[in-house]
């Protein structure tokens, strides 16, 4: 079942660009007011806006659980800080989210989806240094996912809501992605030289 669903998914993501959402009618639910005359009504939502806020919700709700793991168990100030800024930003992405996405009837999980707990449990079994750099590993695959699932919504999605909180969204995953990178690079440079003066 689970891997039929990334079929799916990945299905969705290999859609050529030149299919925009309004002509792509096998993304909208017959009952969408307007499709008859090709003008979709752009507070309706199609299957598209469906799995996007379903994927965005379950990416945010991580960001937000592990934000809060890197902020006990992180031993490097500037992780403890980033941290602090990923628990900030996607609470407030998620609260907005849920506004953007009112009346969108889409299945959402509660708690974290499999992926998520599998990276929560090896983090827990991680301490000091290593926690770090792996907590911000995670952070930039996580990013990396999230800016290709906001690219791909701006193209597809038809709630207007929701395409203005993709369009307002990337540019700050984007932040968080060079600094997740950056803060990756940095530990990963300095990592050799500790362990030469020791």
Same mark, same amino acid.
């Given at each position: 079942m689970? @891997?039929?669903?990334?079929?799916?998914?990945?299905?969705?993501?290999?859609?050529?660009?030149?299919?925009?959402?309004?002509?792509n009618? %096998?993304?909208?639910?017959?009952?969408?007011?307007?499709?008859?005359?090709?003008?979709?009504?752009? $507070? +309706?939502?199609?299957?598209?806006?469906?799995?996007?806020? !379903?994927?965005?919700?379950? #990416? #945010? !709700?991580?960001?937000?659980?592990?934000?809060? &793991?890197? @902020?006990?168990?992180?031993?490097?100030?500037?992780?403890? #800080?980033?941290?602090?800024?990923?628990?900030?930003? +996607? *609470?407030?992405?998620? $609260? !907005?989210?849920?506004?953007?996405?009112?009346?969108?009837?889409?299945?959402?999980?509660? #708690?974290?989806?499999?992926? /998520?707990?599998?990276?929560?449990?090896?983090?827990?079994?991680?301490?000091g240094?290593?926690?770090?750099?792996?907590? &911000?590993?995670? @952070?930039?695959?996580?990013?990396?996912?999230?800016?290709?699932?906001l @690219?791909?919504?701006?193209?597809?999605?038809?709630?207007? *809501?929701?395409?203005?909180?993709?369009?307002?969204?990337?540019?700050?995953?984007?932040? /968080?992605?060079? /600094? %997740?990178?950056?803060? /990756?690079?940095?530990?990963?440079?300095? !990592?050799?030289?500790?362990?030469?003066?020791?």
């Amino acid at each position: 079942m689970k @891997q039929a669903y990334l079929y799916v998914v990945a299905a969705l993501f290999s859609v050529p660009a030149a299919a925009e959402t309004m002509g792509n009618p %096998a993304g909208m639910s017959p009952d969408t007011p307007g499709i008859n005359a090709a003008k979709p009504a752009k $507070d +309706h939502s199609n299957i598209q806006d469906k799995l996007f806020v !379903r994927q965005m919700t379950i #990416g #945010g !709700r991580a960001e937000v659980e592990l934000g809060r &793991l890197a @902020q006990q168990k992180g031993v490097d100030e500037a992780v403890k #800080g980033f941290a602090e800024r990923m628990l900030a930003d +996607h *609470s407030k992405g998620n $609260d !907005r989210l849920m506004r953007a996405a009112k009346g969108v009837n889409g299945e959402i999980p509660e #708690g974290l989806d499999p992926e /998520h707990q599998t990276i929560r449990r090896e983090l827990n079994e991680l301490s000091g240094a290593d926690f770090d750099i792996a907590y &911000l590993a995670a @952070q930039v695959r996580d990013h990396q996912k999230t800016a290709n699932l906001l @690219q791909w919504h701006i193209s597809y999605g038809q709630n207007q *809501s929701l395409v203005d909180y993709s369009i307002e969204t990337l540019p700050l995953v984007m932040a /968080h992605l060079e /600094h %997740a990178k950056l803060e /990756h690079a940095r530990l990963i440079a300095a !990592r050799p030289m500790k362990a030469a003066r020791n």
